[in-house]
């Protein structure tokens, strides 16, 4: 729970910083990016009232995501609408696999954790499925940018898991 706590953070400062540079470069995706930054937000709220619950403390990188995730966002909004579409494609396809193998985990040993993170995994599907829509057919560009974010969210879950 930690680390989707601090991945949510980093998920609402990619799509706070898009948002800002999105105005320029991508201005017909500013609603989505506005109603997906909304969710994330609330995906945080969530993971941290379950940290609270069980008296557990954020995840040591929550302030590392945060920075990543902005200088991420920054990068994707002025590269335009196709980049900020393959990077919410390849965050959500690692994050859905995660939090899917996480209920695995918990079973039924937790019922409001596992409410919780279902809920959250509809939203994401909903992020991932909206944005393949918009990405279409990925190109060259499209497919490095898929691998190079897809690799790094896994990284940043891999180091999250262990700090």
Do not use: N
Not at 65 to 79: F, N, Q
Not at 132 to 139: K, P, V
């Amino acid at each position: 729970m930690k680390i989707d706590h601090a991945g949510e953070h980093e998920a609402v400062s990619i799509y706070r910083a898009q948002r800002l540079v999105a105005r320029w470069r991508a201005p017909a995706m500013l609603d989505e990016i506005e109603e997906f930054s909304a969710h994330e937000t609330r995906h945080r709220a969530l993971f941290a009232r379950q940290l609270a619950i069980r008296g557990k403390a954020r995840c040591r990188s929550y302030h590392l995501c945060g920075l990543g995730g902005t200088m991420l966002g920054l990068m994707t909004g002025l590269m335009g609408a196709r980049a900020i579409a393959a990077t919410t494609v390849a965050i959500e396809s690692v994050v859905t696999a995660h939090l899917e193998a996480q209920l695995t985990a918990i079973g039924s040993t937790d019922r409001e954790a596992t409410a919780a993170i279902r809920d959250i995994i509809a939203e994401e599907q909903e992020h991932l499925h909206r944005s393949e829509q918009a990405l279409g057919t990925a190109r060259r560009l499209d497919r490095l940018m898929l691998r190079i974010v897809s690799l790094s969210t896994e990284t940043v879950i891999w180091l999250g898991m262990r700090l």
